[in-house]
């Protein structure tokens, strides 16, 4: 999960605050500037942002970043 760390951080210094909801194996989207996400991706219950490992030889992995980083520039207009 050391990804998503770095994630956090790289948005937060260009003033993006998001937050981040975990059911494993899936790992959500949350929050972006304090407002809930409400569209759904590869998920029924949340905006999936990444899938954690299942078995100790798969890795951490995210789903597609350019469908992320499209919603977190929808949040931020």
């Given at each position: ?12 210094k ?29 998920a ?8 954690l ?25």
């Amino acid at each position: 999960m050391e990804q998503l760390d770095i994630l956090n951080k790289k948005l937060d210094k260009i003033g993006i605050d998001v937050e981040f909801m975990a059911d494993f194996p899936w790992i959500y989207l949350y929050k972006i500037n304090g407002e809930l996400v409400k569209e759904r991706y590869e998920a029924e219950h949340g905006f999936t942002i990444a899938f954690l490992p299942v078995r100790r030889d798969k890795s951490f992995h995210f789903t597609e970043l350019n469908v992320i980083f499209k919603l977190i520039r929808k949040y931020c207009t």
